[in-house]
Each structure stands twice: as structure tokens, then as C-alpha cells.
């Protein structure tokens, strides 16, 4: 069945530094999405990628999808306490089926 | 303002027990969705429904019931056919563009 991989499980980072997390798909994709989901709280969604090789950014944040529709980035320039949550991807087949990847645990120590 | 609002907050059962989860939007979404989240895990797809008095199994439906007589509510029934019902529950809704979640719901088998 299809799979949306999603590395690391949990990152912990320095205040200032930078954070990366991958999602990748078993399968192309119509579009992907990422949700942040602070400690306690619910998903929120941050954005959706629909184009092969788009790079989308929000302030700090830098979204890109892969060429091949299979795969997504999410990269977090010179992180802040109040980046930490947990980031999630979901992947969007053509059937409009959501696939929710594991998530990646972003802890900042100040 | 527009949301999606859950409850209890927290709720407790006693083994054996059926309990409901209350989900209630005002969004105009037509489709809703119950997922559930436990610790360190992603999000497991329960029920879904894309229109009134229909309804589609998640990944893991069983031990679990759901109905949509209206477009605004989609409740979900906790069997004690569910082995293990302890974790978050959390409801969302969506036009087709990203999801709306709803705080969530603790439920807590004692």
C-alpha cells in the first residue's frame, strides 16, 4: 500500500541552528501538505505544494517538492523556541486520499 | 468565527463502556474526518465522510462508528469492541484544500 516515510522521528537543535525534516512517498503524488502540531495542541496547516520542483517559503521556513512528485522538504532557517512541535507531511495521492507521515519532534534548547 | 470544535476535552471510560466524541463544525466543509493520535505516532485514519448520511473505513475502523445526518456533526462512537480506545482522538474537516483539526479529544480508558 502506499507509504509517506518521514525522517528524523525527532530533531533536537540548538537555538539559531537550522532544521531539516524529508518526506518521501511510495508513490507520485498529487500534492503534499505540512501541519505543525505544537506540544498539547492539534495540526495546523501551513501549507500545500502542488507543482513538481516548487519552492515555497514562509518567513524562516522553506518548503520544496521533489521533481518526481515523490518527495518533500521542509527547512527551518535559524530556529526559535517557538518553532517546537512536531511537523507533519501529508501526501495527497490522485484519488485525494491523505497519507499522514510519522511526523518529525523538534526540540529547540535555548 | 469559523472552527471546528470538539468534546469533552478529556474524557474517561471504564472498560466495557461505549462512549461518543462530539465534532461539530460551521465551516460549510462537506468532507470530515476522525483520526487517531498516539503517542511519538502519526495519524491513523478512522472514518471519513465526503457528504451527508455517507460515510467511507479508515485504516483502522474497527471497533469503531460514526453517522452523518448532518453536515455540521460527525460523531464518533468508542466501542468496547476497541481494544485499545486509550489515545487522541481528533476531528477535521476540509474543502478540498488542506484540513481544519479540532483541539482534540484525550479519551482515557480506566
Known amino acids: 500500500g502506499q507509504q509517506v516515510m518521514q525522517i528524523p522521528q525527532y530533531q533536537h537543535v540548538q537555538e539559531g541552528e537550522d532544521f531539516t525534516t524529508y518526506c518521501n512517498s511510495s508513490?507520485?503524488?498529487?500534492?503534499i501538505q505540512w501541519y505543525k502540531q505544537r506540544p498539547g495542541g492539534h495540526p495546523v496547516f501551513l501549507i500545500q505544494?502542488?507543482?513538481?520542483?516548487e519552492v515555497k517559503k514562509q518567513k524562516r521556513l522553506t518548503f520544496q517538492f521533489g521533481e518526481a512528485k515523490k518527495n518533500s522538504s521542509l527547512h527551518i532557517t535559524a530556529t526559535q523556541t517557538t518553532d517546537v512541535g512536531t511537523y507533519f507531511c501529508?501526501?495527497?495521492?490522485?484519488?485525494?486520499?491523505?497519507?499522514f507521515g510519522t511526523g518529525t519532534s523538534l526540540t529547540v534548547i535555548p | 468565527d469559523g472552527g471546528i470544535t470538539q468534546s469533552p476535552k478529556y474524557l474517561f471510560r471504564k472498560e466495557g463502556q461505549n462512549v461518543t466524541l462530539s465534532c461539530e463544525q460551521n465551516?460549510?466543509?462537506?468532507?470530515m474526518y476522525w483520526y487517531r493520535q498516539d503517542p511519538g505516532q502519526g495519524l491513523r485514519l478512522i472514518y471519513y465522510?465526503?457528504?451527508?448520511?455517507?460515510?467511507q473505513k479508515g485504516d483502522i475502523a474497527e471497533g469503531y462508528s460514526v453517522s452523518r445526518e448532518k453536515k455540521e456533526s460527525f460523531p464518533l462512537t468508542v466501542t468496547s469492541a476497541q481494544k485499545n480506545p486509550t489515545a487522541f482522538y481528533l476531528c477535521?474537516?476540509?474543502?478540498?484544500?488542506?484540513?481544519?483539526f479540532g483541539s482534540g479529544t484525550r479519551l482515557t480508558v480506566v
Open positions: 477535521a474537516s476540509s474543502l478540498g484544500y488542506g484540513y481544519t
Open positions: 508513490t507520485t503524488l498529487s500534492n
Open positions: 505544494l502542488v507543482k513538481s520542483g
Open positions: 501529508a501526501g495527497v495521492n490522485t484519488g485525494n486520499q491523505f497519507y
Open positions: 465551516l460549510n466543509h462537506d468532507a
Open positions: 465522510s465526503q457528504i451527508v448520511n455517507d460515510f
